[in-house]
């Protein structure tokens, strides 16, 4: 594979770090934008630079002529957003990006597939066991009758994590509610962009995902893991996860599902397995690289890398085993995590039953600490990013 100039934006997430130091390896030579100007995957000894751009949530017109100047200033020849709100912005705006390959699938396609409604019928229709759930259309809908016929507790789950106004956009997080009175509270709380609006039945059990590089119809890479402990603690990013051996059925359903987006590019399918019953039920689909990406590429599967190779012409051969019992920790995400349990009641958490009281949380902690695994942000031959992350984190306390 011949190098290549290429520019990650989002400097400050775990998935642009992952990226920069995976294609920084494999001879490219990568620049990072972030809103700072000063960010975790910048510092990295792999960063030939670190722009400031405008937010993209709350100047997204700016964000995208800025990418575009610095596209053509360090001659970019693929451009990489990592996070939803910057593929939003990116992708309409794709011819603007003179000779930079960006790696994912059209607009409309990302947008359909980041649209959980039509992902769970879609899925539905395919076979995949979904949660029930209504959809809410607008805040009115949450009247005392509807919130009643509900079986508790429940999930809000916005149809869109960022959705896109006028002049900017706004994110939006899932809520969990355990009762009618406490869903109605939230629904009065939440922004009228967060409708329409997924109530679901709450899953009880581990999450697992399953990930996936697709490309002309086929499947380049894929992997498997399941998390150990998330931030917040009831459910949400994982920061601290194991590599499984993927299952292949699922694995089928999820290259159905995505298919059925003409999908390219890669992708995180989302499950939830029903603890009681061993189900595995469907939660999203994040078309785009996830936070724990470095657990893939420590296991074996070099995602950025074949990201990379397979949107350039090349057809590099399928990668489908990696090492299983791979564990990547999160230090800082886990600290958040654990204040968070000691700080907070299991009701004000909203924790399922599955999760461990607050001493057993600080025994897991500890002994993360004992066992065989990887740190995910501090490398040896690359420690810069663990000290800005560091110093950002004490700097937020």
Request: charged share 25%; aromatic share 6%.
């Amino acid at each position: 594979m011949s190098a290549r100039t290429i520019l990650v934006t989002d400097g400050e997430q775990r998935a642009a770090l992952a990226l920069v130091r995976s294609l920084g390896r494999a001879g490219h030579r990568v620049h990072v934008t972030s809103r700072r100007g000063r960010s975790l995957a910048g510092s990295s000894r792999f960063a030939a630079s670190d722009h400031e751009v405008p937010d993209v949530l709350t100047a997204p017109a700016e964000h995208v002529d800025a990418l575009v100047a610095i596209v053509g200033r360090v001659g970019a020849e693929m451009l990489i957003p990592v996070t939803e709100g910057s593929l939003l912005a990116v992708l309409p705006e794709r011819e603007r990006f003179d000779g930079a390959t960006i790696p994912f699938a059209d607009f409309e396609q990302f947008s359909a597939i980041s649209d959980k409604a039509r992902v769970l019928a879609e899925a539905r229709a395919l076979g995949i066991a979904v949660p029930e759930a209504i959809t809410v259309q607008e805040r009115a809908e949450l009247t005392p009758e509807l919130v009643r016929l509900l079986r508790y507790p429940v999930v809000l789950k916005p149809s869109r994590s960022v959705r896109a106004g006028a002049g900017r956009s706004s994110k939006h997080e899932v809520r969990h509610a355990a009762d009618a009175a406490e869903l109605q509270r939230i629904g009065r709380e939440l922004l009228g962009s967060a409708f329409p609006l997924l109530v679901q039945r709450r899953i009880i059990g581990p999450g697992q995902g399953i990930f996936l590089l697709r490309w002309n119809g086929r499947t380049v890479a894929r992997f498997a893991h399941r998390r150990l402990r998330e931030k917040p603690p009831a459910g949400g990013v994982s920061v601290y996860s194991e590599s499984v051996a993927a299952d292949d059925a699922l694995v089928a359903k999820s290259e159905a599902l995505l298919d059925r987006f003409a999908w390219r590019g890669v992708a995180m399918v989302e499950y939830k397995v029903d603890a009681a019953t061993g189900t595995p039920y469907l939660m999203e689909v994040n078309g785009r690289f996830w936070g724990s990406l470095q657990l893939a590429v420590d296991a074996g599967v070099d995602f950025p890398a074949l990201l990379v190779s397979a949107a350039t012409g090349e057809e590099p051969p399928p990668v489908t085993s990696y090492r299983v019992g791979a564990r990547n920790r999160w230090w800082w995400g886990d600290v958040d995590q654990l204040l968070t349990r000691l700080r907070r009641s299991r009701q004000r958490l909203s924790l399922p039953p599955d999760v461990p009281g607050r001493i057993t949380a600080l025994g897991e902690f500890i002994a993360a600490t004992l066992v065989r695994g990887r740190n995910e942000v501090l490398r040896l031959d690359d420690p810069r990013p663990f000290v800005q992350e560091t110093l950002d984190w004490v700097r937020g306390r």
